[in-house]
């Protein structure tokens, strides 16, 4: 890990928000009343970070052990800089 990497978490609450249909899943963002789509692959991190704060490149690194078409650290980097802008996710201090 970089010593200058942000380390990221989701809220746990905002589990309560989603619904999966037919592999996409939507969340309702209660302080700002809107709805997000997320794929699989957003839908997985920002589960993760529900689950644990980690940085882009712990999130990297656990998707490419898990095998398949693993995306990159900058696709990663990419995908938390659009969940941070969204109110998905919040950086640890």
Same mark, same amino acid.
């Given at each position: 890990?970089?010593?200058? #990497?942000? &380390? *990221? +978490?989701? $809220?746990? %609450?905002? &589990?309560?928000? *989603? &619904?999966? *249909? $037919?592999? #996409?899943?939507?969340?309702? @963002?209660?302080? +700002?009343? /809107?709805?997000?789509?997320?794929?699989?692959?957003?839908?997985?991190? @920002?589960? &993760?970070?529900?689950?644990?704060?980690?940085?882009?490149? #712990?999130?990297? !690194? @656990?998707?490419?052990? #898990?095998?398949? =078409? !693993?995306?990159? +650290? %900058? /696709?990663? =980097?990419?995908?938390?800089?659009?969940? =941070? /802008? @969204?109110?998905?996710?919040?950086?640890?201090?």
């Amino acid at each position: 890990m970089r010593a200058q #990497e942000t &380390r *990221w +978490s989701a $809220d746990t %609450q905002l &589990r309560q928000y *989603w &619904r999966c *249909w $037919d592999g #996409e899943t939507m969340v309702f @963002l209660p302080k +700002s009343g /809107e709805t997000h789509c997320l794929n699989a692959l957003a839908a997985s991190v @920002l589960q &993760r970070l529900g689950e644990c704060a980690m940085t882009a490149s #712990e999130l990297s !690194a @656990l998707l490419q052990n #898990e095998g398949g =078409d !693993a995306p990159n +650290s %900058q /696709e990663i =980097d990419a995908l938390l800089r659009q969940f =941070d /802008e @969204l109110g998905l996710i919040s950086p640890l201090a």
